[in-house]
């Protein structure tokens, strides 16, 4: 009995003080919701891995049925996951539940630091908070009065106890195609339950930092071993990064610092995960390539540049080659060098010559088309003003094992190049923050 009173005197001395000595005591619980594995939830996996926070993943591998979230309102499937999980969790005192989505999700800090910014919120449950009343407008003045921080409740991150938070998500009635946003929404800006949960809104991205319509609030720390994104409105350093809404281009861009993906002391510490050294690979486990050569208008030195693709120090016996030539001056050239090549090993050689009349982007599409019927690992596409002047040219991209590498030419002593730093919201150019360093090449 004694040992059970002493569990309770902590517990409580930990709700009434938040105390970060007992935030170590409690179980935090990182629970998302993703029906499939994309690129975005392999990076949101990633940043949990880096911080040595665990996660519940809830629907991977079902079908989802919670609306199209991306025009319109809708995810109250993530609701009903969260509700059933819950029931696990409703009667730990000790337990602390953090939801997320997970796609446009990155964090950039682990168990300790989050526990310890929602204990200084003062609160039972944290909702991010935005400057967007979404999905009804209406609401807006429903909203309690913020004299200095964002206003308006986001669903895409909330941190709270879990008897709290089990009871809101358990506490209306709710379907897959409601939405998700609304529903806690109505919960919070109801007085009553707002002060029952003692629910807030992290106003001032302590924990939550949702992008869409903020970022030009935000801007990169560069520590040591680490970056960081600073608020610097607010002066606060979130911990959950969202790149909610019309932002999730620009959340791309971060996530190559962020969660110790790229550090100033290191380089590019993500471009060396998950890498694969083909040199400890048997023969007959290469991958297969498929090599498309563009030839879309006349162009110097071809035949130099052909036979650096004939050179390329990779077993010939792994590679399928397609040779698109659109220039009549080259032909006799393309067909012969296709002859040559006949005889190399190669398992397949196609050509499409001028007299074929197909458009580039036609050729462009067969060269995937063809890749897929050959069950091809990669496609090495190669315009013919490119010279491959390293023969290891091919073997050190399949070695760096990403699903798309391209190049970045520049012209030496100018700031042109075909690197795009970015795209604005009509999907044009648009420069980013790093393109010079990576131009100059000072940033890799």
Request: hydrophobic share 40%; charged share 25%.
């Amino acid at each position: 009995m004694s040992l059970i009173r002493s569990l309770t005197l902590f517990s409580i001395f930990c709700w009434l003080f938040h105390s970060t000595f007992c935030s170590e005591e409690r179980d935090l619980v990182v629970i998302t919701v993703a029906t499939n594995e994309t690129d975005g939830y392999h990076r949101y996996m990633r940043s949990l891995n880096v911080y040595g926070l665990n996660v519940k993943v809830l629907g991977l591998g079902l079908p989802w049925e919670g609306g199209d979230v991306k025009n319109y309102a809708g995810g109250g499937q993530k609701v009903l996951m969260l509700r059933e999980e819950l029931a696990k969790y409703k009667d730990e005192p000790n337990t602390v539940i953090m939801f997320t989505d997970s796609y446009d999700v990155i964090f950039t800090a682990g168990k300790s630091v989050i526990l310890e910014k929602f204990d200084n919120l003062d609160a039972r449950v944290v909702f991010g908070a935005e400057d967007f009343c979404w999905p009804n407008q209406n609401l807006a003045t429903q909203y309690p009065r913020v004299s200095f921080g964002y206003k308006y409740l986001n669903s895409g991150g909330f941190i709270g106890y879990a008897s709290e938070v089990h009871k809101i998500v358990s506490s209306q009635d709710i379907s897959n195609l409601d939405d998700d946003q609304l529903y806690y929404t109505q919960i919070f800006l109801d007085k009553n339950l707002r002060e029952k949960y003692k629910i807030k809104l992290d106003t001032q991205a302590n924990i939550f930092q949702n992008l869409n319509g903020q970022l030009g609030d935000v801007s990169l720390k560069f520590e040591d071993h680490d970056v960081k994104i600073i608020n610097t409105v607010y002066q606060s350093t979130p911990v959950v990064i969202h790149g909610n809404g019309l932002s999730k281009i620009q959340l791309n861009s971060l996530g190559n610092y962020l969660a110790k993906s790229w550090t100033h002391d290191d380089g590019c510490l993500s471009c060396r995960e998950n890498s694969r050294d083909l040199k400890k690979l048997p023969r007959e486990e290469y991958p297969r390539v498929l090599i498309a050569v563009f030839v879309a208008k006349p162009m110097p030195f071809l035949e130099e540049m052909l036979a650096k693709v004939a050179s390329l120090n990779y077993p010939k016996d792994k590679l399928d080659l397609l040779v698109y030539n659109l220039a009549e001056m080259h032909e006799d050239l393309v067909n012969t060098w296709v002859a040559e090549q006949n005889s190399a090993g190669y398992r397949s050689t196609k050509v499409i010559s001028a007299d074929d009349n197909m458009k580039e982007w036609h050729a462009r599409n067969l060269a995937l088309e063809l890749c897929l019927k050959n069950s091809c690992d990669a496609l090495f596409s190669v315009d013919g003003d490119v010279h491959l002047d390293n023969a290891d040219t091919l073997a050190l991209l399949l070695e760096h094992n990403r699903p798309i590498l391209g190049a970045a030419v520049i012209r030496e002593g100018q700031a042109w190049s075909t690197f795009w730093g970015a795209i604005n919201e009509d999907g044009f150019y648009a420069r980013s923050i790093d393109y010079m360093d990576i131009v100059h090449n000072s940033r890799r």
